[in-house]
Structures are given as structure tokens and as C-alpha cells.
């Protein structure tokens, strides 16, 4: 029994009156320690659990406040084509796609902006998890490489957030394709001597882990994210032996040199100000710091 809605709300709308509406969403249950915390309290933290420390996902915008100075802007990103295969399983992927576009609000899985991180010009994509999976499509390789562009023309660092299930099924060897081409941006960035940074957020699997996100000058992770190609289950499956604890977990990989960084989101900002400041320095190029 859920003792908020079945005990708690009923007594404070009898307090109250019944014409007073109690929002629904006052509350959040952690899925790691299953405290119950208000909403509000956990935007404040960044939807971090107080309690265990647990770190729920971010949407793409919430992540690009967080991480951005104020006053950031959003990149348009360009059209990619719309169900380029005609794809259909139990729906239409154009229908899926559509739903995904509605509840999320995005054109796809991904959003770019740039601005500052703690002084530091920088350019800055998140995946979005809600969107189908974040998985990887035409509409995400567009943003990736529009991301390094713009990060070469503004001689600025480029800071890709990953989240995603892997490349998008639906579009086939479309995006499977954008596995090299993000690639090939990404080392656009690093030719012209600018750094890039990968922050691999909970879940970073599939044909995203196995191209650009694993490509980092430094890579980044947030706590307990899952990072890796396939599934535990799967790899046990094939090697038949059973996983360590904690295998594919981001201190794992932190403890065996896959990780430079482990660090929690409310240090993520002032972390990657600090490591851009070092490696732009490093260059003998010192980052304007914003006024």
C-alpha cells in the first residue's frame, strides 16, 4: 500500500475542503532506496536522491541548465530524413516517432547549446533518454557532428552527455552508419587542437559506447551509470562465466582505467570548468572567462 496516496492525500484534502486540488506529483519514489521525496526538494538537487545519493536521469534541457552558465543558447539542428526505410514492426516508425516527438517536445534525441561552464566557452550536446531509448538515428548523428562544427568555428571544447540504448533499430544501416560519422566529428574537434570531453550518464550502451563515446580526451561518468555494449546477460551468456559485482557500473570501470573521472552531478559544472581551464592552458591558449 502507498501510505501518500491512500492515507496522506485523503486526510489533506479533508483538512483543506474538497475544493482545494492536491497535485498528484508532490511526491517522488526512489528507485534505488524507495524513500519517498518531495518533487521540489528533488529538482533543487538536481533529481539526486538525499537520502542514498542515487542519480536519476536528466531530459537533454534539464542536463544543458545545469551543466551551462546562465544565458546559454540552444542550436537548431538540421532535418534529418524522416523514417528513411518505411520501417514497420507492431506500429509505424513514423509513429513512433511522431510520440516520441510530441511528449518530448525535441525533433530527436539530442540537444546542442553552447555558452559558458564555469567561465569556460564551451559547446555542450545531451542525449535524451525519453526519446526512444536515446538511441542513435540520423536525427542524433546530425547533432553530434553540428555540435563539432560549431565547436571548431567557436575554437571551443565540445562536451558530449551520452544516454542512450544504442543505435536506432528502426533505421537500420542508416544508423548504424552514424557510428563512423560521429566518430569522424569528433576528431574534427581533436585536429584543430580542442579538447573533448565524454560524460557518460545512466544507461551508455550499445553503437553509442562502441563509437564516439569511448573516444573522450577525458571520460567522465556520473555514479552507479551502467556503461557498456551489450548486456550483462548477454556476455554471460556468451562467455559462460558469471559478471563480478558491480561489472559495467561506472566505479568499476573507473577502478579498471576505462574512467578518468567518476564525479557526482551537483560537482559536474565546476569539474568540467576545471578540466577545460587545464587543457586549454596545456595548449598555451588561455579560454576568455565570461564577464
Known amino acids: ?114 555558452g559558458h561552464i564555469a567561465g569556460q566557452r564551451a559547446v555542450a550536446a545531451a542525449f535524451e533518454f525519453a526519446f526512444m531509448a536515446g538511441s542513435m538515428g540520423a536525427g542524433v548523428g546530425e547533432g553530434v557532428v553540428t555540435a563539432a562544427r560549431l565547436a571548431v568555428l567557436q575554437d571551443a571544447p565540445l562536451i558530449v552527455f551520452a544516454s542512450s540504448g544504442g543505435a536506432r533499430m528502426q533505421e537500420g544501416a542508416v544508423s548504424l552508419m552514424q557510428m563512423p560519422r560521429t566518430v569522424i566529428a569528433t576528431q574534427m574537434v581533436k585536429d584543430a587542437g580542442l579538447p573533448f570531453i565524454v560524460v557518460m550518464c545512466d544507461p551508455t550502451t550499445g553503437g553509442v559506447t562502441a563509437s564516439f563515446a569511448m573516444l573522450g580526451d577525458i571520460q567522465i561518468a556520473e555514479p552507479g551509470a551502467l556503461i557498456g555494449f551489450a548486456g550483462a546477460r548477454v556476455i554471460e551468456q556468451t562467455v559462460r562465466e558469471v559478471l563480478p559485482e558491480g561489472f559495467q557500473r561506472a566505479e568499476y570501470l573507473l577502478e579498471h582505467g576505462i574512467l578518468d573521472m567518476v564525479v557526482k552531478r551537483g560537482e559536474m559544472r565546476e569539474t568540467l570548468g576545471r578540466v577545460i581551464r587545464l587543457l586549454r592552458d596545456a595548449d598555451g591558449e588561455q579560454a576568455p572567462v565570461a564577464a
Open 1 to 114: 500500500m502507498n501510505w501518500i496516496s491512500e492515507w496522506a492525500l485523503p486526510k489533506i484534502k479533508t483538512l483543506f475542503g474538497t475544493s482545494r486540488e492536491v497535485p498528484e506529483n508532490l511526491w517522488h519514489k526512489c528507485p534505488a532506496c524507495e524513500q519517498m521525496i518531495f518533487q521540489t526538494d528533488l529538482e533543487k538537487n538536481l533529481r539526486v536522491c538525499p537520502h542514498c545519493g542515487h542519480h536519476m536521469r536528466l531530459s537533454a534541457r534539464q542536463r544543458l541548465n545545469a551543466t551551462l552558465d546562465e544565458g546559454w543558447q540552444k542550436i537548431e539542428l538540421p532535418k534529418a530524413p524522416a523514417d528513411p526505410l518505411r520501417f514497420r514492426d507492431q506500429r509505424r516508425y513514423s509513429e513512433r516517432l511522431r510520440d516520441a516527438q510530441t511528449k518530448s517536445g525535441m525533433d530527436d534525441a539530442i540537444m546542442v547549446g553552447h
